[in-house]
């Protein structure tokens, strides 16, 4: 236990310091939410797939699709590392870039605006980022307090209120600079965590074949391609958390941020990789929780014969992972949530300060005033996230699916035609966000299941916009300039 003490208090002091070296090295608006725009492919590539994966994923999504889909689970790995990672960077890194710089614009509400001439796309885009994403980022707290409450054996509440006081020094003191730094460190974590976990996952199970036997013995079908619940709940996971990201704001803005087009080419390939050994780790450990976890063996976690799906992972650790290298399976998913944390409280600061505040209230307000309103709306957004987290309304599942789902379908249809189609036009984004968050709720309030909700919403949202948009004359000014397809593998200077 004491070392576990030592170890939390070293990385925590860590932390820190980098946040302190990022506060130094932070002197404009665009420096603590972006960079300075000039992040390198490393930083970039660990900030994006850490972002990407957190304590949702290792303690809620991982254990609960597994237990349920068994291996079958791994294709959300492969979509996501295919397509959220590896198609986001190829189609929308380098294009994305050019047209934040050649815009000026550091969001993406920002860009609603530029593109479509509309500022009322302009304010429901940053209505949606700042209400949706606190249940997000209270899914997170919530993975990260279950984590510390089974290795320190602290209350709850304890460890959430430690967690959200932590987080809120980390992020005011140096915004995207310390996030980025940081980042690096966090995922060299994360590889070297999800490598451990599945060697002793691996022999604890005696071995892929015995596993697959013991798993198969259970229910044949969670060692087959497709797993009980069947084909349709798994494509919607599948689309839900890997097409989502083409229009996810946390997401998008790393590459605001990047330096050149090298760096995206380098980044693209790192993501990738990173996200396969991540993601294909978290979801097969979580397959097999089936195998070491019984009501016999762990009755804790059981309800009336049901596990309890966000207690599952933590548990499995604690069975397989030797004690003395615990602390790292903490660090890992500590890593993890840290910067998806830092993401989300950046994008709902910038969503109320700089597109609300600045573009709708106080057009005139001065660069410092700027950093200075987002440090304290960070802040804020902490402790919205902390008073939701401690109420626990829904599983860290059920909050990401509602959360990812109403986002992508606001997002979705305006951003990836807007960027990739000049036919589209302000009456079939507005309609295209608007119908596909209203269709996402309305399945949502119906009781259909939260994947299937968001799926068919971020449908609806890209199927909407360039129908509507036929309906209204064409806009004679896009809003953004002509740009030459760009990808990662053109070798023409930047």
Same mark, same amino acid.
């Given at each position: 236990?004491?070392?576990?003490?030592?170890?939390?208090?070293?990385?925590?002091?860590?932390?820190?310091?980098?946040?302190?070296?990022?506060?130094?090295?932070?002197?404009?608006?665009?420096?603590?939410?972006?960079?300075?725009?000039?992040?390198?492919?490393?930083?970039?590539?660990?900030?994006?797939?850490?972002?990407?994966?957190?304590?949702?994923?290792?303690?809620?999504?991982?254990?609960?699709?597994?237990?349920?889909?068994?291996?079958?689970?791994?294709?959300?790995?492969?979509?996501?590392?295919?397509?959220?990672?590896?198609?986001?960077?190829?189609?929308?890194?380098? =294009?994305?870039?050019?047209?934040?710089?050649?815009?000026?614009?550091?969001?993406?509400?920002?860009?609603?605006?530029?593109?479509?001439?509309?500022? *009322?796309?302009?304010? *429901?885009?940053?209505?949606?980022?700042?209400?949706?994403?606190? #249940?997000?980022?209270?899914?997170?707290?919530?993975?990260?307090?279950?984590?510390?409450?089974?290795? *320190?054996?602290?209350?709850?509440?304890?460890?959430?209120?430690?967690?959200?006081?932590?987080?809120?020094?980390? !992020?005011?003191?140096?915004?995207?600079?310390?996030?980025? !730094?940081?980042?690096?460190? *966090?995922?060299?974590? !994360?590889?070297?965590?999800?490598?451990?976990?599945?060697?002793?996952?691996?022999?604890?199970?005696?071995?892929?074949?015995? !596993?697959?036997?013991?798993?198969?013995?259970?229910?044949?079908?969670?060692?087959?391609?497709?797993? #009980?619940?069947?084909?349709?709940?798994?494509?919607?996971?599948?689309?839900?958390?890997?097409?989502?990201?083409?229009?996810?704001?946390?997401?998008?803005?790393?590459?605001?941020?990047?330096?050149?087009?090298?760096?995206?080419?380098?980044?693209?390939?790192?993501?990738?990789?990173?996200?396969?050994?991540?993601?294909?780790?978290?979801?097969?450990?979580?397959?097999?929780?089936?195998?070491?976890?019984?009501?016999?063996?762990?009755?804790?976690?059981?309800?009336?014969?049901?596990?309890?799906?966000?207690?599952?992972?933590?548990?499995?650790?604690?069975?397989?992972?030797?004690?003395?290298?615990?602390?790292?399976?903490?660090?890992?998913?500590?890593?993890?949530?840290?910067?998806?944390?830092?993401?989300?409280?950046?994008?709902?600061?910038?969503?109320?300060?700089?597109?609300?505040?600045?573009?709708?209230?106080?057009?005139?307000?001065?660069?410092?005033?700027?950093?200075?309103?987002? =440090?304290?709306?960070?802040?804020?957004?902490?402790?919205?996230?902390?008073?939701?987290?401690?109420?626990?309304?829904?599983?860290?599942?059920?909050?990401?699916?509602?959360?990812?789902?109403?986002?992508?379908?606001?997002?979705?249809? #305006?951003?990836?035609?807007?960027?990739?189609?000049?036919?589209?036009? =302000?009456?079939?984004?507005?309609?295209?966000?608007?119908?596909?968050?209203?269709?996402?709720?309305?399945?949502?309030?119906?009781?259909?299941?939260?994947?299937?909700?968001?799926?068919?919403?971020?449908?609806?949202?890209?199927?909407?916009?360039?129908?509507?948009?036929?309906?209204?004359?064409?806009?004679?000014?896009?809003?953004?300039?002509?740009?030459?397809?760009?990808?990662?593998?053109?070798?023409?200077?930047?």
């Amino acid at each position: 236990m004491y070392v576990k003490q030592i170890v939390i208090a070293v990385y925590a002091l860590m932390i820190i310091a980098i946040g302190v070296a990022g506060w130094r090295k932070t002197r404009s608006f665009s420096d603590f939410f972006l960079g300075g725009g000039k992040v390198g492919p490393w930083m970039t590539a660990f900030t994006y797939a850490a972002s990407y994966f957190s304590a949702v994923l290792f303690i809620g999504f991982a254990g609960k699709i597994g237990w349920g889909f068994g291996y079958s689970g791994l294709w959300i790995a492969v979509g996501n590392a295919l397509v959220g990672v590896l198609a986001v960077w190829w189609l929308l890194g380098y =294009r994305v870039r050019q047209i934040a710089r050649a815009c000026d614009i550091h969001t993406m509400p920002e860009f609603f605006e530029r593109r479509y001439n509309s500022t *009322f796309l302009k304010l *429901f885009a940053s209505v949606a980022i700042f209400v949706f994403f606190v #249940p997000y980022s209270s899914a997170v707290f919530m993975g990260l307090s279950y984590l510390f409450q089974s290795n *320190f054996n602290i209350p709850y509440g304890y460890a959430l209120a430690a967690m959200g006081a932590f987080t809120a020094v980390y !992020m005011v003191l140096g915004g995207y600079k310390s996030m980025a !730094m940081i980042d690096v460190i *966090f995922g060299l974590i !994360m590889v070297a965590g999800v490598c451990i976990l599945l060697w002793f996952t691996i022999d604890e199970g005696g071995g892929l074949r015995k !596993m697959s036997a013991d798993l198969a013995a259970i229910d044949p079908k969670l060692a087959a391609p497709v797993g #009980p619940p069947g084909v349709w709940p798994l494509f919607c996971l599948v689309f839900l958390t890997s097409v989502a990201p083409f229009g996810m704001p946390q997401l998008v803005q790393k590459f605001y941020a990047i330096k050149d087009r090298r760096s995206v080419r380098i980044g693209m390939v790192a993501s990738t990789c990173f996200a396969v050994l991540i993601g294909g780790a978290a979801y097969f450990t979580g397959a097999t929780t089936r195998l070491f976890i019984s009501p016999e063996t762990a009755p804790g976690i059981f309800e009336q014969g049901r596990p309890i799906v966000d207690r599952l992972m933590p548990e499995l650790l604690a069975h397989v992972v030797p004690e003395s290298l615990s602390v790292l399976m903490l660090l890992l998913v500590l890593s993890a949530s840290m910067s998806t944390l830092a993401a989300l409280v950046l994008l709902s600061s910038s969503a109320v300060v700089k597109d609300f505040y600045a573009g709708f209230v106080n057009k005139n307000v001065s660069d410092r005033q700027l950093m200075l309103l987002m =440090r304290v709306l960070s802040a804020v957004f902490i402790v919205v996230s902390v008073v939701l987290a401690a109420a626990r309304l829904e599983t860290i599942v059920a909050i990401l699916a509602i959360s990812w789902g109403a986002i992508g379908s606001v997002f979705l249809g #305006p951003f990836v035609w807007g960027i990739f189609s000049r036919r589209v036009n =302000r009456f079939g984004a507005i309609s295209s966000a608007v119908l596909g968050l209203g269709v996402c709720l309305a399945l949502y309030i119906a009781g259909r299941p939260r994947p299937e909700a968001g799926t068919i919403g971020m449908i609806v949202s890209l199927v909407i916009n360039p129908l509507f948009s036929r309906l209204a004359p064409r806009s004679a000014n896009p809003g953004i300039p002509a740009l030459e397809p760009a990808t990662p593998t053109d070798t023409r200077p930047d």
